[in-house]
């Protein structure tokens, strides 16, 4: 009966702990410790990579590493002799089809032409035009433009280069406020709402920043348990570049 009784308690022991470890192990999984820092991560206003809308050589590169532009700048030329060759053909014929249909209209109205000369001649012109809207696109492709004003962040190609349809061509960054992408406990999603002011202190200015969040994740991680947020600086900091980390502190939270 002892021994009964004493590998029951030793039992009865043994799930107790294994009950509270199981707590432990639930309560670390459920968001970081009190005190522990939120780490933030700098991202640009905008990003996008340009690549090649049709194949050729590259004539000239607009920019440099890091050099910023303007939208609707020119940042890559091709070589265009091709497409504005086939352009002054279609014109050309353009303009041959524009005489026979002339022709056709002055014979039909002496009554030698018939409706449907008439008609294929007036086809024949507006395929000429259609086939000079194509190259028209086409030698359009071949001056590659910033959509937006912003900085080169990396070069894909150099001048002189051949490149295909769809090779990228140019990294580029957006100019403007500077964006903060940040995960905190699933807890505070309550209490955290859009425009929500918090400050960041980033790693390599040393320096802290007023900040909004901007945008909320519709999912929590249920592995972290922690929610997603956006947050955007309230003003531009000339010594900040997108890449930088930092710590956000968000008064009262806990």
Same mark, same amino acid.
């Given at each position: 009966?002892?021994?009964?009784?004493?590998?029951? #308690?030793?039992?009865?022991?043994?799930?107790?702990?294994?009950?509270?470890?199981?707590?432990?192990?639930?309560?670390?999984?459920?968001?970081?410790?009190?005190?522990?820092?939120?780490?933030?991560?700098?991202?640009?206003?905008?990003?996008?990579?340009?690549?090649?809308?049709?194949?050729?050589?590259?004539?000239?590169?607009?920019?440099?590493?890091?050099?910023?532009?303007?939208?609707?700048?020119?940042?890559?030329?091709?070589?265009?002799?091709?497409?504005?060759?086939?352009?002054?053909?279609?014109?050309?014929?353009?303009?041959?089809?524009?005489?026979?249909?002339?022709?056709?209209?002055?014979?039909?109205?002496?009554?030698?032409?018939?409706?449907?000369?008439?008609?294929?001649?007036?086809?024949?012109?507006?395929?000429?035009?259609?086939?000079? *809207?194509?190259?028209?696109?086409?030698?359009?492709?071949?001056?590659?433009?910033?959509? @937006?004003?912003?900085?080169?962040?990396?070069?894909?190609?150099?001048?002189?280069?051949?490149?295909?349809?769809?090779?990228?061509?140019?990294?580029?960054?957006? $100019?403007?406020?500077?964006?903060?992408?940040?995960?905190?406990?699933?807890? @505070?999603?309550?209490?955290?709402?859009?425009?929500? *002011?918090?400050?960041?202190?980033? *790693?390599?200015?040393?320096?802290?920043?007023? #900040?909004?969040?901007?945008?909320?994740?519709?999912?929590?991680?249920?592995?972290?348990?922690?929610?997603?947020?956006?947050?955007?600086?309230?003003? $531009?900091?000339?010594?900040?570049?997108?890449?930088?980390?930092?710590?956000?502190?968000?008064?009262?939270?806990?």
């Amino acid at each position: 009966m002892r021994l009964r009784a004493t590998a029951g #308690a030793v039992l009865g022991l043994c799930l107790a702990g294994a009950t509270f470890f199981s707590h432990a192990q639930s309560a670390t999984r459920t968001a970081p410790a009190a005190g522990e820092a939120i780490r933030v991560l700098v991202l640009p206003a905008g990003e996008t990579t340009l690549a090649s809308p049709v194949p050729g050589k590259i004539n000239t590169l607009h920019v440099g590493l890091g050099l910023p532009f303007r939208q609707g700048q020119v940042l890559v030329s091709l070589d265009c002799e091709e497409p504005q060759a086939r352009l002054a053909m279609a014109k050309a014929e353009q303009a041959a089809a524009t005489d026979q249909y002339e022709a056709k209209l002055r014979m039909q109205g002496l009554e030698q032409a018939s409706d449907v000369e008439v008609a294929l001649a007036a086809s024949a012109v507006a395929k000429t035009k259609a086939q000079i *809207d194509l190259y028209q696109f086409q030698v359009s492709q071949c001056s590659i433009r910033a959509p @937006w004003n912003g900085q080169t962040a990396k070069l894909h190609v150099r001048s002189h280069m051949t490149v295909a349809a769809g090779q990228p061509l140019l990294d580029l960054v957006r $100019s403007g406020l500077l964006l903060l992408k940040l995960n905190v406990p699933s807890r @505070w999603v309550s209490s955290i709402k859009m425009d929500h *002011d918090f400050e960041v202190t980033i *790693d390599e200015t040393g320096q802290t920043y007023p #900040a909004k969040v901007r945008r909320i994740n519709s999912r929590i991680d249920p592995v972290s348990q922690t929610i997603e947020l956006e947050g955007t600086l309230l003003k $531009s900091h000339a010594e900040l570049r997108p890449g930088m980390s930092g710590v956000a502190n968000f008064a009262g939270m806990r």
